[in-house]
């Protein structure tokens, strides 16, 4: 017994330093069009200007998000209801070009490219939801309301067309529900913005400050600790 908790200690420390954040921000998250690990894009970067020093997303998902905003890229337009303001455009735009290519995300990720409570600042939100307001839309969750046949998403039969007032509120009830659980209102400064000068990334002192992966326990590490007890 009293080996075994040796042993035990040695894989804890193990599995500790393994997820140092150093390691946490050198992988990308996963999705249809990530890169494994974030990397510097060149000119032809042509979109989500922000990130191009350290990206996860590549020069040619920009260009397409340049092109055809994500129509070609996931069968499913935002202006399903009718054509977005452009004020409103300009943020969506914004948070397409942060889960594609923000690595800081990867501390967030919980599986498959899902996401969850990533702190976005509250005054973000607030800005996004001035711009959206008078925007429409048919679904109050964009990950999981809309209707996903053929690989097209569409507004679902019953559903109509609203202003983002009346589905949201406020900025507050925008982030936490318009991409299901991946957002979460922040209103201290320890929180994300998703747009800033390219260079220096604001967010990564967020992500160096957010607690480790408290309730992680690595495979290996789970495996091990079966074979103990
Ligand atoms: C990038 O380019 C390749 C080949 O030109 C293309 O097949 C692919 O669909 C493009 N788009 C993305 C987002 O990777
Ligand atoms: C978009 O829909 C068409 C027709 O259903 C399908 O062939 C294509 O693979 C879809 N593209 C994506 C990116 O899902
Ligand atoms: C809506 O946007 C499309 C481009 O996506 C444009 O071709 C069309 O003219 C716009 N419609 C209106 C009513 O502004
Ligand atoms: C989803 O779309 C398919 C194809 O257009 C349609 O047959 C089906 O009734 C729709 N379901 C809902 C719930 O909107
Ligand atoms: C959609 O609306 C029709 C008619 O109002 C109703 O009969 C049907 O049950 C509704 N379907 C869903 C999935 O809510």
Redesign the pocket.
């Given at each position: 017994m009293a080996r075994g908790l040796v042993v035990l200690f040695s894989l804890l420390s193990v599995g500790l330093f393994c997820h140092s954040n150093s390691e946490e921000v050198t992988k990308c998250i996963d999705g249809p069009?990530h890169k494994d690990i974030p990397s510097p894009e060149g000119p032809d970067y042509v979109e989500c200007h922000s990130w191009r020093e350290k990206s996860c997303c590549?020069a040619?998902?920009t260009a397409?998000l340049q092109r055809n905003r994500v129509e070609v890229?996931y069968n499913f337009s935002w202006n399903h209801c009718k054509n977005l303001s452009q004020e409103c455009e300009k943020f969506i735009k914004n948070q397409e070009c942060f889960w594609s290519c923000e690595p800081n995300l990867i501390k967030w990720h919980v599986g498959e490219g899902v996401l969850k409570m990533v702190p976005i600042c509250a005054k973000y939100c607030d800005e996004w939801f001035d711009a959206c307001k008078s925007d429409y839309t048919c679904v109050q969750d964009w990950l999981r309301g809309f209707n996903y046949t053929n690989s097209i998403y569409s507004c679902p039969t019953n559903s109509s067309c609203r202003t983002f007032q009346e589905f949201y509120k406020n900025g507050e009830g925008l982030c936490n529900t318009m991409w299901a659980q991946s957002f979460y209102y922040e209103k201290s400064d320890n929180c994300m913005v998703m747009e800033f000068a390219p260079g220096k990334n604001p967010n990564d002192a967020v992500t160096a400050s957010a607690p480790r992966f408290s309730t992680f326990i690595h495979p290996v590490l789970m495996f091990a600790l079966l074979k103990i007890f």
């Open positions: 069009y590549t040619n998902f397409e890229l």
